[in-house]
């Protein structure tokens, strides 16, 4: 069969101080850059993927048609321009091609552009104009996707990751692979079903190595079967000020009645555990007390979450707020990264290892209550930036971050970088000279990502919240657009309208 491929890739925080332009996707940074046409084969071969493991899956047996696939890291609104040319380089493939059997996408499902609420939902429909009516259009999603109507309408299967961290993701594009072809093998085209859960799921609480998350997904299999091909929970992305902003549940397969009662069974499993999703947050000052405490007696690091300037939520991986507690505590063999500061990056390297500088480090975005730190560091070492991730999450690829350096003042170490992905492998800080094994103290710019690989070197994990545009509760999100009725938080107050 003739199958067109091709991926585009953001998760948008509408609140966040930065949006997502064409160069953003071309130049990639912690994912490929642009991909187009057979380059799309070697650039995502041996990455934890979901068009990787659709492509494993499917090479041997199919002719695939590569358009082309991006990735940008999560930010603010996706720019018209980006949205208009990325879409043109896949819809244009797919036209050029002259007929296809089947369509394969790699998706968010929580982008929204500057003029688009609904970014995957817009492009899905103009493929599906190219196609027509009957030929299968299959996505693979992201865990955190807002999944909309339009989405399910012009796609005829949608698959989503079951893990977080995503060390799921190339097994995702496979089993995309295995519904797309069922249709090859015969299958009628499938039903679907989906419900939409009531209540909107922080971030962390999203975590499927903690519960209950972890129960659900774990339980998720048994909704499938008899009937029902695929059965998937979308979390969603809390902080998408759009009125299809939230959880959904959505089941698939050929028989209508087993589908509509596995995904009415899945949602009810859902809001069952609704007080069950909370999670601990401190404050900087708190979350370094406690682990200087820890670190006093332990053999392995205390690791910390600075959880609302994750980059992999749309945060620019510059805020100092976590770096001032480190400080002011006095904390020794202390690591924290990435902080994103290319001016401080690039001065590094103009003066050298073992030189001194004085820089206003960080604190670029304007986030409230955040600023530069503007101290005296040393520099310890250098990079220029390229390395590859063996962890779970990140397994196989290969960073491109730029001039990179680490800087220490007093006892803490600072990797600094002039891309923004999200610290959630150890290599990201061996690449400067920071062995993470040997830190008494790890502050992560991640909210669950580095669990993936840091899980297994921690003491203790924390989760603090120092100013940042991922707010660790959504309810405190400014929403104006949300659809009315939804509650903001799990037991929380239900929106009325802005």
Wanted: aromatic fraction near 8%; include cysteine.
């Amino acid at each position: 069969m003739r199958i067109a491929i091709g991926g585009f890739q953001h998760e948008t925080n509408t609140f966040a101080p930065s949006k997502a332009d064409f160069d953003a996707f071309a130049r990639g940074g912690g994912w490929p850059p642009l991909l187009t046409g057979g380059d799309l084969f070697d650039g995502v071969a041996g990455i934890n993927l979901p068009i990787a493991g659709f492509i494993d899956a499917m090479k041997a047996r199919h002719h695939l048609m590569p358009t082309a696939w991006a990735a940008a890291s999560p930010s603010a609104h996706v720019t018209e321009d980006a949205f208009e040319r990325f879409a043109d380089l896949i819809v244009g493939g797919i036209k050029r091609a002259q007929g296809v059997d089947a369509v394969y996408l790699d998706l968010h499902g929580a982008m929204v552009t500057e003029h688009l609420d609904d970014g995957e939902g817009e492009l899905l429909a103009r493929i599906r104009k190219v196609v027509g009516p009957n030929v299968p259009v299959v996505a693979s999603l992201d865990l955190h996707a807002n999944v909309t109507q339009r989405m399910v309408e012009n796609a005829e299967a949608l698959v989503a990751y079951r893990t977080y961290p995503h060390v799921d993701m190339a097994e995702t594009g496979a089993r995309a692979a295995a519904l797309l072809q069922r249709r090859f093998d015969g299958a009628s085209k499938p039903h679907v079903a989906v419900k939409r859960v009531p209540f909107l799921i922080p971030l962390g609480s999203q975590c499927t190595m903690l519960e209950p998350t972890q129960s659900l997904y774990r339980e998720l299999p048994r909704f499938e079967g008899s009937g029902v091909a695929s059965a998937s929970f979308t979390p969603g992305f809390p902080a998408a000020d759009f009125p299809e902003c939230g959880p959904v549940v959505f089941a698939y397969g050929d028989d209508p009645g087993g589908v509509a009662c596995a995904a009415q069974r899945l949602c009810e499993a859902v809001e069952a555990r609704e007080s069950d999703f909370a999670l601990e947050v401190l404050s900087p000052e708190e979350g370094v007390r406690r682990a200087i405490a820890v670190a006093g007696r332990a053999a392995r690091p205390v690791v910390i979450a600075d959880t609302q300037d994750n980059p992999g939520a749309g945060g620019n991986s510059d805020t100092t707020g976590m770096l001032r507690a480190l400080v002011g505590a006095n904390a020794q063999r202390a690591a924290m990264g990435l902080i994103v500061d290319p001016e401080a990056a690039r001065a590094a390297h103009a003066v050298g290892v073992g030189a001194s500088l004085d820089i206003a480090l960080g604190g670029k975005s304007r986030i409230p209550g955040d600023a530069p730190f503007q101290a005296r560091f040393t520099v310890e070492n250098l990079s220029d930036g390229r390395f590859t991730c063996t962890g779970p999450f990140y397994r196989g690829a290969r960073m491109t971050l730029g001039p990179s350096a680490c800087l220490r003042i007093g006892g803490v170490r600072v990797v600094v970088a002039c891309e923004k992905p999200q610290m959630a492998d150890q290599e990201m800080y061996r690449f400067v000279g920071i062995e993470p094994t040997r830190e008494g103290i790890l502050v992560n710019k991640s909210s669950v990502h580095f669990r993936a690989d840091f899980t297994p070197i921690a003491e203790e994990i924390l989760v603090c919240k120092a100013p940042g545009p991922m707010l660790a509760d959504p309810s405190d999100f400014p929403w104006k657009r949300l659809a009315p009725g939804i509650r903001t938080k799990p037991n929380g107050i239900a929106f009325v309208g802005g």
